[in-house]
């Protein structure tokens, strides 16, 4: 199946979008970062996306008074931009947009009663556009890292010793990670490697420290200064690496910094103390102070093994047997669905509406998992709530084969 028939299969049937489905199809373009020429929704004149967005913002609210709300999450802006370029040829903007009146001309002179148009997610049909670009976007960075999970023709020499490195791509990074202390993330997590290495690789080339990228004399100073402030990771606070993590992508608008908001740098630097410390230490700006909820009740603790030992106990609900077949982003389906089902109060079994749902669960022995078709759904990627500490943990207890696959794969 083509990555195109995939987005295909996403759209729900009652979307509002499908009321044209044929035209609709058409409308996802360039959900990758690379360059292309876009129209602007209104006119002829061209913006080269992403890198020129400001520009075209700008031109839409001095040249069309158009203002296109929470751009920040919009997961493609140019596949975005395309769709309503195809509904305005056909319809006025106040069928869509929101008119507003101001004082004041584009150019910020004063007048009075000037209007100008909103176009935000609060109408459903902007609302459910921006809901399925974002799946879409999902989808093909998973099937992205998927295919980087298993191709074997990556060829690559390290960036710090000689050695020369073919196969899979986390033997490189773990080589990073165990040789020269370079920790880049979990494996689950990271996405598009090669580009990812590529910026590395080139920053410490020209002599700039991946972390606090301030430039040195020569590679010698460099790596001294690297090694002495225990700066071999990438600046958290640079969003130019934002898109090699998968996390970044699984809430619109949402990166870590969101979902981590109480992260202190003292933290990492307190983890990092030990150049030798084990792998495992090492987390994507992972917060161990946020507290971890049990799926089923209000129980919660700051270790994860913690409430992986009471949802044992107390629901008769073993997590890692439960899911212990399952790849990285199926247990993250799982969880997504038991938490909705919870909080509906729906049975997670059965899927029987319940005052009482735990009580209901208990009595039919319903804690347990129901067959793959009812939870593995492309919905279930987005999680119920922003901090979703649960998630951030479940790899360390990954033990699918998928993983293990690579967990073993053989170091050079």
């Not at 360039?30 to 360059?35: I, P, V």
């Not at 990556?154 to 990670?177: D, M, N, P």
């Not at 990092?272 to 102070?289: A, K, L």
């Amino acid at each position: 199946m083509s990555s195109k028939e995939k987005y295909d299969d996403l759209l729900p049937t009652n979307s509002v979008l499908s009321e044209d489905s044929a035209t609709y199809k058409t409308q996802f373009v360039g959900l990758d970062d690379k360059s292309y020429d876009t129209k602007c929704l209104l006119c002829d004149m061209k913006f080269i996306l992403p890198e020129n967005e400001k520009d075209l913002l700008t031109h839409l609210f001095k040249e069309h008074r158009l203002v296109i709300g929470d751009v920040w999450n919009i997961a493609s802006l140019k596949s975005y931009v395309h769709y309503w370029s195809v509904k305005f040829k056909e319809e006025p903007l106040n069928k869509y947009c929101t008119t507003m009146l101001m004082d004041c001309t584009p150019d910020g002179k004063p007048s009075k009663n000037e209007r100008y148009f909103l176009l935000s997610d609060c109408i459903s049909e902007d609302k459910t556009l921006r809901d399925e670009i974002h799946r879409a976007k999902l989808e093909w960075v998973l099937s992205e890292q998927a295919r980087e999970r298993t191709d074997t023709s990556f060829k690559r020499g390290c960036i710090f010793c000689r050695l020369e490195f073919s196969g899979l791509r986390i033997t490189y990074v773990k080589h990073l990670a165990q040789k020269h202390n370079l920790y880049l993330g979990k494996p689950d997590n990271l996405v598009f490697i090669d580009e990812f290495l590529d910026k590395i690789q080139t920053t410490i080339e020209n002599l700039i420290c991946i972390y606090c990228e301030k430039l040195f004399k020569d590679r010698t100073a460099l790596k001294e200064h690297m090694r002495k402030k225990l700066h071999k990771r990438i600046n958290p606070n640079n969003k130019e690496y934002d898109k090699f993590y998968i996390n970044n992508y699984l809430e619109p608008g949402k990166s870590w910094r969101h979902k981590q908001s109480n992260y202190k740098e003292s933290d990492v630097v307190e983890e990092q103390s030990s150049e030798n410390e084990d792998e495992d230490t090492w987390s994507d700006w992972n917060d161990e102070g946020i507290g971890i909820s049990c799926l089923f009740c209000t129980y919660s603790d700051k270790h994860f093994h913690l409430i992986l030992t009471h949802m044992k106990a107390e629901h008769d609900f073993d997590f890692k047997i439960a899911s212990k077949d399952l790849t990285f982003y199926q247990k993250v389906k799982v969880v997504n669905y038991v938490r909705r089902q919870i909080y509906l109060k729906r049975c997670v079994y059965c899927q029987a509406e319940v005052d009482n749902v735990l009580e209901h669960m208990k009595e039919e022995n319903h804690f347990k998992i129901p067959t793959q078709k009812v939870w593995d759904q492309p919905e279930f990627y987005f999680p119920m709530c922003e901090n979703e500490s649960f998630l951030y943990n479940l790899d360390t207890s990954s033990t699918s084969d998928e993983e293990s696959d690579i967990e073993n794969a053989t170091e050079l």
